[in-house]
């Protein structure tokens, strides 16, 4: 688990906070993924409402090729299906009223994909 660097920069009348994190891979015990969500909570906990929060980073998890019910999160522009840890991203940027800005628009598929080799792509 690593959230590398949180750092606040004010530009003109605006407050940024910009949080890099990476979530812990899949085979890693229950108990550090669980510990990485309750860190990035609180860090983003501590943002005041008048500030900006971006988040950046990778969580490790696929929020698959459709909305579904995160509407407000996710604009249907994904790839795939979703998973687990996928899901756990998509309730953590619902609870906090943030987007997954990256399938906020339509991309070609070989920009959609991260990791491709003969069995797989993601």
Do not use: C
Request: net charge negative; proline share 2%.
């Amino acid at each position: 688990m690593d959230l590398d660097l949180t750092i606040k920069l004010v530009v003109g009348e605006y407050t940024l906070n910009v949080v890099s994190a990476y979530a812990p891979h899949a085979g890693l015990d229950e108990e550090v993924k669980r510990h990485f969500w309750e860190v990035l909570d609180e860090i983003v906990r501590q943002v005041p409402h008048t500030e900006k929060l971006f988040i950046g980073g990778d969580f490790n998890g696929h929020i698959g090729a459709t909305a579904g019910d995160y509407g407000e999160v996710h604009e249907g522009f994904g790839f795939g299906e979703r998973n687990g840890r996928g899901t756990s991203l998509l309730d953590f940027a619902e609870a906090f009223g943030l987007v997954i800005a990256n399938f906020g628009f339509s991309k070609r598929k070989e920009h959609l994909i991260t990791f491709q080799n003969a069995v797989a792509e993601t």
